[in-house]
């Protein structure tokens, strides 16, 4: 039995990883940490906990943080696990971590990363010596190199959504000056537990608000991805809009083909490319946000025009399981050498 410590256990990604653990037939959870609802019971802090778990959630510290486990997960905001990686990297202890800190190969790319976060104040990264170390987690595409990975920086939830959708054809070279438009849908669980204007319930309820147009974070390890995939520079074009509903993200991405290419031919392409992935989904029908809520899977489907010049790619994810913990747990499993279907075998849920 492989033990895991949770970081940032009382937030959303916390407390998805944390359910997805409970249910895992190859780890225990041998300490919760956080810096909100230290001391407290976490089925005080979550009763739908009840008779589940019972942890006394612990303050981070150094002396805590890497005690009693095989694996640390930090389910924390940005610079946060890089003042703790040090130290664990020294004690052979591996982690992954939810936020851009170990995202990125170079100190260039993640202080690109960092000038576009609005809560990031300083592009500087203090462990560059460990980014060689760390793996981008995006198990449909690098499965071998997580699995020997120390440190796994767990792809961004629109990122995810973007990059699983547009692999194949930028692996494939046709997408025509290497430039796609998207236009993403969120719910408001992405921006996690604590409470802003934007989603404050009487704002967004029935409401639909685009918001950091051309200017979202989650662009510059997009554009990394498929860019190394692609052999080129790659532009993405980004608006995020944030929706009245709890969870889910919807992709929509147009591109301009490189040649004629027909729908038939394309779906035949992403099912080919995703042959053996357990969670990557090819549909005939446009995806839907509740045709994976709930659930790690990431539906796909692709329209082209009638002259085959252009397409739509659309995909769909849970932001917290397939666009957070469950790729994490995805990961995790990669890097002890199980499944990676193992703890993750819940479908959607519907309505």
Sequence with gaps: MYRAQLVGATGYGGLGILELLLGHPNFEVTSLVA???????????????????EMVVQAPDAATIGTDCDVVIFATPDRVSMGYAAALADAGIRFIDYSGDFRFATTQQYAEYA?????????????????????????????????????????????AGMIIGLA??????????????????????????????????????????????????????????????????????????????TRGILCTMHVTLARSVTREVLLSRYREFYAGQPFVRILDAPPTLKGTAGSNYCDISVQTSPDGRRAVVMSSID????????????????????????GLERGPTYP
Excluded: W
């Design 319 to 342: 932001n917290l399981l397939k666009g957070q913990s469950g790729t994490a747990m995805q990961n995790v499993n990669l890097m002890f050498g199980l499944d990676p279907r193992v």
């Design 115 to 159: 000038t576009a976060h609005p809560s990031i104040s300083d592009p500087a990264h203090p462990t560059e010596a460990l980014l060689g170390r760390s793996a981008y987690g995006v198990p449909e595409l690098f499965s071998n190199r997580i699995a020997q990975a120390a440190i796994v920086g767990n792809p961004g939830c629109f990122a």
């Design 168 to 245: 194949p054809i930028f692996a494939d070279k046709l997408v025509s000056g290497n430039e796609v438009v998207v236009d993403a849908l969120t719910g408001s669980s992405g921006a996690g537990k604590k409470p802003g204007p934007l989603q404050h319930f009487s704002h967004l309820n029935d409401n639909v608000v685009p918001y950091r147009v051309f200017n979202h974070q989650h662009v510059t390890e997009t554009e990394m991805t498929l860019g190394a995939l692609s052999g080129e520079k790659v532009s993405v074009h980004f608006v995020p809009h944030l929706l009245g509903t």
């Design 35 to 53: 810096r909100d609802d230290a001391g407290r019971r976490i089925d005080e802090v979550y009763p739908h906990l009840a008779s589940r778990c």
